[in-house]
């Protein structure tokens, strides 16, 4: 356990490195101390408890302090046991079986056995329960339980990625009493298997949780209890973690890393992911089915100068690929310079001779869509783009604009794997398919690449879908954004990870003066 | 209007004011630079030589937005006025002129609307219609509405009665004629001061709207949504929140000292 620690932190890029590096030489150096409590501060309302449907960032890490999955990702996204501890595939990557952990007990003292899998999986496979995690695991045709510490997965297809699915944060094992019970008691109510349980829950302020004393790590963890603080006001949430109030801070803002980072007794976190806001053009309509004018589009933004506006520099320049370093099989693509001269000869050849006039539509949420756009704005105009930015609300947004118009910005998290980040957008049955892109030859490549278990051969494949993507570019993806976190210094093994869903708040302690 | 000049109200309104309306008028073609050009290299900088006020977090030049908002700002608190001022004019002459039970109901209902806050109103409207520049003028227009009805009806019933009114009415002039000629020209004094402090409260409503994303929205220079754009900098560069706030502020003091002048000179007891 301790060298995996090491390893996560490894890959998280302290800022303001006089102050992170002791912290860190110093968490790794001295004993871990029982007990004390942290108080953590979040922004977004913590609506409900219930793992199988929730998706607010809040909610994330509440319910990866409350339950434990089969496995877990590690800030590789390489899955790591959790309730598994090994799982074997067939070389058709069609079959999967899963050892379970023995001795592990739910809140309650009840065991956890295979019936609880099953009867989880069970009820994220059924449409009724709404379950985000149910699009990347409805390949699964059947799951059975041999032993009660044995699961079987039958797929329809074979899917290499499995046992990085199951990390889904929306599919963390319930126990099958609770989902005999109405659906809706997992709203407030929540039994788990992970290092903390709910005293009390009040969605408009606090949620309290305490040590569970069973839980399957010995020794975890080390806190006696985690207190989640709402904020809706994000001076307010600063002010309070400055004035020490609170012991961590879920999320800092860009516009106020800077400022946090340089406080004294304060470690902030810059965890490199692969969120992106990204310029969607749609194919199927004028002008952007012209690839001259997508490819001037991508010439007439420059990237760096982006990351330096809208994200404070805490970001990295992206080339269209969706495909974020982090994730494991990154191609190297080409980069995209700014060159506005370039973009003008590409739209006079396209057949806009006097540049290009066309509105350019954001949602007012989260606020970044709307910079972005004001900024490339600015910066499309010598390439003879006259853009016109229209920031409306986002309901409305929602309704007419998202994946209905033809110009507009994009919002969208990292994803576990290369599969999930294609059928996100790009593919032609993708989840929130907005491109038009819909290339056959892209679709069998993903395909391919998800039911091939060889690590080499899946990386060929997938260098050959990035490459296809960055040569039709079916949206602009500028940049990467980091995601951002701090803690008080007495504060140890704080941290957040790429896709902001796992937290290990079991391995954090407190030491303080 | 020397009147006007010599109160000390009216003098420091009319100032802020003049200072206010030049910047409507003209604040484009003032401006120093361009107020959506990006200065990459001088972000959230204080005042220099070059950006007077500082420049924002896209190292825009604050004073060139902020005169080139001007316009915005100051068209949104006049026109809602306007339109407020308009229908409650209408509605509160109809009431004053015709009474009976008529009368009764329009006020009671007026009444009603009253006992809303302002602010209140105004969101709950923006809230049904959706959010932007023209809703949120329709909107601080409708929540002036019931105030002006009722200070239009007082203004005409305390003319109704007068002997130049009777005298139209013993001449059998019809009654469209009795409110355009004789009523309403004599109603209208209270009416334009109404107006013009009211101004300064659609000012500072159509800045509360923009604040809360419910108005004028990016990249526009309206002064309300540039403080919200600007509030998560504060702490890095507190001009780009103190000078569209010190705008707002002389804007709304500007109508208010003025219209307040203007009420104690049309009050004949006001006066000396």
Redesign the interface.
């Known amino acids: 356990m301790s060298t995996f620690s090491i390893n996560r932190r490894q890959v998280l890029a302290g800022i303001a490195g006089a102050t992170a590096l002791p912290g860190l030489a110093e968490a790794q150096t001295a004993t871990p101390k029982p007990g004390g409590i942290l108080k953590v501060s979040h922004s977004v309302r913590i609506a409900q408890l219930n793992v199988l449907q929730l998706s607010g960032p809040a909610e994330y890490l509440a319910v990866d302090m409350i339950y434990s999955g089969l496995t877990r990702l590690d800030p590789q996204m390489k899955p790591q046991p959790e309730l598994a501890t090994e799982w074997t595939a067939s070389p058709d990557a069609k079959t999967f079986v899963f050892k379970l952990r023995p001795n592990v007990t739910f809140h309650d003292g009840s065991p956890f056995t295979s019936a609880d899998v099953v009867a989880t999986f069970k009820a994220i496979l059924d449409p009724a329960t709404k379950s985000p995690a149910r699009t990347v695991l409805d390949m699964i045709a059947d799951i059975t339980a041999p032993d009660p510490l044995t699961v079987k997965f039958d797929l329809k297809v074979g899917n290499a990625d499995l046992p990085v699915s199951v990390a889904h944060a929306n599919a963390r094992i319930v126990s099958a009493a609770a989902l005999k019970e109405p659906l809706i008691n997992l709203d407030t109510k929540a039994n788990g298997t992970g290092p903390f349980k709910i005293e009390t829950f009040d969605g408009s302020r606090l949620l309290k949780l305490v040590k569970h004393t069973g839980y399957y790590r010995p020794g975890k963890p080390y806190l006696d209890g985690v207190e989640m603080y709402l904020f809706p006001d994000?001076?307010a949430e600063s002010a309070n973690f400055l004035s020490g109030a609170m012991d961590a801070m879920l999320e800092v803002?860009q516009?106020?890393f800077?400022?946090i980072a340089a406080a004294p007794g304060v470690n902030a976190l810059r965890v490199p992911s692969g969120r992106f806001s990204n310029i969607v053009m749609r194919m199927d309509t004028k002008p952007f089915d012209d690839i001259r004018v997508r490819t001037a589009m991508a010439h007439a933004v420059d990237r760096q100068?982006l990351v330096?506006?809208v994200l404070d520099g805490l970001g990295r320049p992206a080339k269209d690929n969706v495909i974020a370093p982090g994730y494991r099989y990154l191609a190297d693509t080409p980069e995209v310079p700014y060159d506005p001269a370039k973009a003008k000869k590409l739209l006079a050849e396209a057949g806009y001779t006097n540049g290009l006039k066309i509105p350019l539509i954001?949602s007012?949420r989260p606020?970044i869509r709307?910079?972005v756009?004001?900024?490339v704005?600015?910066m499309a105009q010598p390439a003879g783009f006259d853009i016109d930015?229209?920031?409306?609300?986002h309901?409305?947004y929602l309704a007419n604009v998202w994946r209905k118009g033809n110009f507009y910005i994009g919002y969208w998290g990292m994803q576990a794997t290369e599969d999930a980040a294609f059928t996100l957008l790009f593919t032609t049955d993708a989840a929130f398919a907005d491109t038009a892109w819909n290339n056959q030859e892209f679709d069998d490549l993903v395909k391919k690449g998800r039911s091939s278990p060889d690590d080499a051969e899946r990386r060929a494949i997938y260098k050959q879908a990035q490459e296809l993507m960055v040569r039709d570019r079916p949206s602009i993806i500028p940049f990467f954004q980091d995601v951002l976190t701090a803690s008080r210094s007495h504060v140890k093994n704080w941290t957040s990870s790429p896709l902001s869903r796992t937290f290990y708040v079991e391995d954090v302690w407190v030491q303080r003066a | 209007m020397r009147d006007l000049l010599r109160h000390p109200t009216g003098l420091a309104g009319a100032i802020l004011l003049a200072v206010v309306l030049l910047a409507a008028l003209f604040g484009s073609f003032l401006a120093p630079h361009d107020p959506q050009l990006f200065h990459p290299a001088t972000r959230l900088q204080g005042p220099s030589a070059s950006f007077w006020l500082g420049t924002d977090q896209f190292g825009r030049d604050l004073f060139s937005r902020i005169l080139n908002g001007a316009r915005t700002t100051v068209a949104f608190g006049v026109s809602a006025t306007l339109l407020g001022v308009g229908f409650g004019a209408m509605i509160g002459i109809t009431a004053g002129v015709v009474g009976g039970w008529i009368d009764s109901l329009i006020m009671r209902l007026v009444d009603g609307l009253l006992a809303v806050p302002d602010l209140l109103f105004t969101l709950l409207i923006v809230t049904v219609l959706g959010g932007g520049a023209g809703h949120a003028l329709l909107a601080v227009a409708v929540a002036f509405t019931p105030g002006m009805a009722r200070i239009s009806r007082s203004a005409v019933l305390s003319v109704r009665t007068r002997e130049f009114v009777q005298a139209a009415v013993a001449r059998g002039e019809s009654r469209a004629y009795i409110i355009g000629a004789e009523v309403l020209p004599n109603a209208l004094g209270p009416l334009i001061v109404e107006a013009t402090i009211r101004v300064s409260f659609a000012i500072m409503l159509g800045a509360t709207l923009g604040f809360l994303g419910l108005g004028a929205q990016p990249p526009s220079t309206e002064w309300g949504l540039m403080i919200a754009e600007a509030r998560q900098y504060m702490f890095r560069n507190p001009w780009c929140v103190a000078a569209p706030g010190a705008a707002i502020a002389i804007a709304a003091l500007g109508f208010n000292l003025f219209g307040d002048a203007l009420r104690d000179l049309i009050d004949p007891r006001g006066r000396r």
């Open positions: 994000l001076a803002q516009a106020d800077k400022r100068m330096d506006l954001c007012n606020a709307s910079q756009g004001v900024a704005k600015q930015v229209q920031t409306i609300p309901d409305t």
